[in-house]
């Protein structure tokens, strides 16, 4: 059981271009959250997802940023257009339902130049 | 808004000692979770106790929970270095469909 697994581990994208951030989650577990961490601060979540279904995307900007999360192959976190501000540590989790602990990658690391 | 708020934000002990960090929150919970995240690591998760309960063990962990004063408190005993890290609280709210809300963070350093 590899656990969830997250790629790539470190993206370096020049501004104006798109992010694509590529999560799957552990083998049985059908929830999927997205969050994202800034140096020094907590996660923010941005999305929650299960198969095929956008559940909460509250903490999604409304612009530039969607995720998805197909009945075949991993969830994606896509940035378009990234800007300086878009830079940070973009961790996803997954759980086998509500009421239980999550299991999380190892974060992507956005860097913008 | 964050909804867990840790306390002290950052503490320093000795190996051997006991560390004690304090979690509030606001709004009602299904469960309360902590976790720990190493530096440039991602977080993984020590303990998760429910609404109903106001205790829970994990070998050297300890969770209590008091929803009266909404509040949390982990205890780590017999510190080691490798317990240096950060540690976060998380809320899940109840209903379906809910999501952990996660505090800003204690940063743990034990000097060995």
């Known amino acids: 059981n590899a656990g969830v697994m997250q790629n790539p581990r470190h993206l370096v994208r020049r501004r104006g271009q798109e992010a694509r951030l590529r999560c799957s989650p552990m083998?049985?577990?059908?929830?999927v959250y997205w969050y994202r961490q800034l140096p020094e601060e907590g996660l923010k979540f941005m999305v929650y997802?299960?198969?095929?279904?956008?559940?909460?995307e509250s903490g999604m900007p409304k612009e530039r940023f969607s995720a998805e999360f197909p009945k075949e192959g991993p969830s994606i976190l896509r940035i378009q257009q990234v800007v300086r501000g878009d830079s940070a540590a973009y961790f996803c989790a997954s759980s086998p339902g509500q009421g239980y602990g999550y299991t999380f990658g190892s974060g992507t690391r956005l860097t913008v130049v | 808004s964050q909804q867990g708020e840790e306390d002290p934000q950052a503490l320093s002990i000795q190996e051997g000692e006991n560390a004690t960090m304090n979690c509030s929150y606001k709004?009602?919970?299904?469960?309360l979770q902590w976790y720990r995240q190493n530096s440039g690591r991602g977080l993984v998760h020590l303990i998760l106790i429910r609404s109903n309960e106001r205790e829970k063990h994990s070998g050297r962990l300890r969770v209590t929970l008091d929803t009266s004063k909404k509040s949390s408190s982990l205890l780590i005993t017999a510190s080691r270095a490798a317990d240096t890290a950060s540690y976060f609280c998380?809320?899940?709210?109840?209903?379906?469909?809910?999501?952990?809300?996660f505090g800003k963070g204690i940063t743990l350093s034990v000097r060995p």
């Open positions: 083998k049985g577990h059908s929830h």
């Open positions: 709004t009602s919970i299904n469960n």
């Open positions: 998380a809320t899940a709210p109840p209903g379906a469909n809910s999501k952990l809300t």
């Open positions: 997802l299960q198969k095929e279904n956008i559940i909460d």
